[in-house]
């Protein structure tokens, strides 16, 4: 994916425009409308790299090494780095609905822990400024 400067838009216009993009994705009923939607929108390089990073977060939640996954994947340690941050340094609550959504055979008996303690204990939504934007943006 191209590369989108957060602040080349006015703030009422990126934000009326992530609405109606969230809306659209909302009202996707079935797998095909969502895979035809995406995949009719994104082209195929976007498309390979919102699935790499997908298939980084499986990776990572089944403990596979860095190493592991560059070689895998064709990524390089930032991207990972990147995935990491995002998978554990969210709230318990995220990464347990990561490891049931994402990776099913993840799922543990009540009380067991399949994965680290998150480092940064605030909201994902409160550590970079565009995702501060996407939390005013929803309400949060």
């Given at each position: 994916?191209?590369?989108?400067?957060?602040?080349?838009?006015?703030?009422r216009e990126k934000k009326?425009?992530?609405?109606?993009?969230?809306?659209?994705?909302?009202?996707?009923?079935?797998?095909?409308?969502?895979?035809?939607?995406?995949?009719?929108?994104?082209?195929?390089s976007e498309a390979l790299?919102?699935?790499?990073?997908?298939?980084?977060?499986?990776?990572?939640?089944?403990?596979?090494?860095?190493?592991?996954?560059?070689?895998?994947?064709?990524?390089?340690?930032?991207?990972?780095?990147?995935?990491?941050?995002?998978?554990?340094?969210?709230?318990?609550?995220?990464?347990?609905?990561?490891?049931?959504?994402?990776?099913?055979?993840?799922?543990?008996?009540?009380?067991?822990?399949?994965?680290?303690?998150?480092?940064?204990?605030?909201?994902?939504?409160?550590?970079?400024?565009?995702?501060?934007?996407?939390?005013?943006?929803?309400?949060?």
């Amino acid at each position: 994916m191209s590369k989108v400067k957060p602040y080349g838009l006015d703030y009422r216009e990126k934000k009326r425009i992530v609405l109606v993009m969230f809306e659209i994705i909302g009202r996707l009923k079935t797998k095909k409308e969502i895979i035809d939607f995406l995949l009719g929108l994104l082209t195929a390089s976007e498309a390979l790299m919102i699935a790499r990073r997908i298939e980084i977060a499986v990776l990572l939640l089944k403990k596979e090494s860095f190493s592991k996954i560059k070689r895998k994947l064709k990524v390089g340690n930032n991207t990972i780095q990147q995935v990491e941050r995002w998978l554990y340094d969210g709230d318990e609550k995220q990464r347990k609905w990561l490891a049931v959504h994402i990776l099913p055979e993840l799922k543990s008996k009540e009380g067991t822990k399949t994965y680290s303690k998150p480092r940064y204990t605030g909201s994902i939504l409160d550590r970079y400024s565009h995702h501060r934007f996407l939390k005013d943006l929803l309400g949060l």
